[in-house]
Structures are given as C-alpha cells and as structure tokens.
T-cell receptor, first 116, second 118 residues
Framework: GAGVSQSPSNKVTEKGKDVELRCDPI?????LYWYRQSLGQGLEFLIY????????KSGLPSDRFSAERTGGSVSTLTIQRTQQEDSAVYLC??????????????FGPGTRLTVL | AQSVTQLGSHVSVSEGALVLLRCNYS??????LFWYVQYPNQGLQLLLK??????LVKGINGFEAEFKKSETSFHLTKPSAHMSDAAEYFC????????????????FGKGTHLIIQP
C-alpha cells in the first residue's frame, strides 16, 4: 500500500487480557515510531525502531508493554494484562530517513483500544 | 528537554475569518518544528514544517507558519477559514540533528480543536 497501515482499527478487550497491535510501515522506511494518544494526555511517544532495533524502551508506560519489529518492516506492540488506563488510540509512524531535511514521519490511522 | 505549548484547547472562528493557532516551544538546540492536522478517526497528516532557511513556511490547504526564534513561537495561520478546516491541530518539535524525529520521537503539544462557525 501507499501509506502506513495499522490493524485492527478498533479493539475492545476485557481487563486482564493481552492484545497485539500491528503496524505496517511504508516500504523502505527504516525508522518506525509508536505513539499513544489519550484524552488529556495528548500524543505520547512510546518507542522508536531503527531497523529492527529499539535503542531505548524507557518510553513504554510499564513492563506490560513490549514491542518488536521484524525484517525491518512490520512492528507489533503487545500489551499484557490490559488495564482500563491503557484505553487510547495507538498510532504508528514511519520515516525513510529521520535525518533528511526533506523527509517526515508518515502516520497510520491508528488502533483505538478500549479496555472494559 | 524540549516541550511544546499550544494556547487554547479549542478555537472557534467564523467561516472566511482568519485562523490563528498558537504554538510556543522550548528546546536547548535549534529546533525542527511541525504542524500536523488530524481529522476525525484518521491519523496525523503533515501540514508544514520548518527545518532551515526561510522562516515563513507555506503548507498545504492554504496554511502557513512563521518561525520566530526570539519569541520561541511557530504560530499557524490561514487567511480565510473553510468549513473543511475543522479538525484537531498539533504542533510538534524534533530535537536538533534529526529533522524527521530523534530517538525520542516528536514532542507534541496537546492539540487545538479548530471549530468553524458557518
């Protein structure tokens, strides 16, 4: 596809269940970012991948959150034992060259997660 | 550490009137600055960005923004509002050296919801 895609678009889960969110970046984009958008908190950076490597995972809200990227492409964000405060829209963005002045982050449509 | 402040969580203007959305930033290094727009149930779309050079930046849909270093501001304007401009607008900053986003990603303001009155 031409843009960043995310799946599912909506996810409703029960408290305590695990969820997996998927991001397909634009082909050839080397860097990938996950953000969380929640009411009152705005857009919050979670984690960044350069290739398959995430240099710093300190932005993840808790140890229930994990993320991986394989083949320099698809990334998954996993939330274990979900809590109601995890309810938010999770956005993924990719960029070809984060140092390039002419380049920018392209965002996917997001996954809306609701934890009951 | 860098931060972004957007004045006004909601701004309402009449159709045809001037749109002014305010953004102030703090950064310890020369910043790269962005404005994104988010329509309902959609991701963020880049409106414009400042990297280097001309401080008045023109973007899509008739929007423009001016980087004022002395005021640490990057306000977004449009001369004449259209109904289709109703959306959420986010100002963002990237650390120096990575115009596309550093290892800490982009730092966003909390957003301004633009309401267009007919």
């Amino acid at each position: 596809g031409a843009g960043v895609s995310q799946s599912p678009s909506n996810k409703v889960t029960e408290k305590g269940k695990d969820v997996e969110l998927r991001c397909d970046p634009i082909s050839g984009h080397t860097a990938l970012y996950w953000y969380r958008q929640s009411l009152g908190q705005g857009l919050e950076f979670l984690i960044y991948f350069q290739g398959n490597s995430a240099p710093d995972k300190s932005g993840l809200p808790s140890d229930r959150f994990s993320a991986e990227r394989t083949g320099g492409s698809v990334s998954t964000l996993t939330i274990q034992r979900t809590q109601q405060e995890d309810s938010a829209v999770y956005l993924c963005a990719s960029i070809k060259d984060r140092g390039g002045l002419g380049d920018t982050q392209y965002f996917g449509p997001g996954t809306r997660l609701t934890v009951l | 550490a860098q931060s972004v402040t957007q004045l006004g969580s909601h701004v309402s203007v009449s159709e045809g009137a001037l749109v002014l959305l305010r953004c102030n930033y703090s950064s310890s290094v020369p910043p790269y600055l962005f404005w994104y727009v988010q329509y309902p149930n959609q991701g963020l779309q880049l409106l414009l960005k400042y990297t280097t050079g001309a401080t008045l930046v023109k973007g899509i849909n008739g929007f423009e923004a001016e980087f004022k270093k002395s005021e640490t501001s990057f306000h977004l304007t449009k001369p004449s509002a259209h109904m289709s401009d109703a959306a959420e607008y986010f100002c963002a900053v990237s650390e120096g050296g990575y115009s596309g986003g550093g290892a800490d990603g982009l730092t966003f303001g909390k957003g301004t919801h633009l309401i267009i009155q007919p």
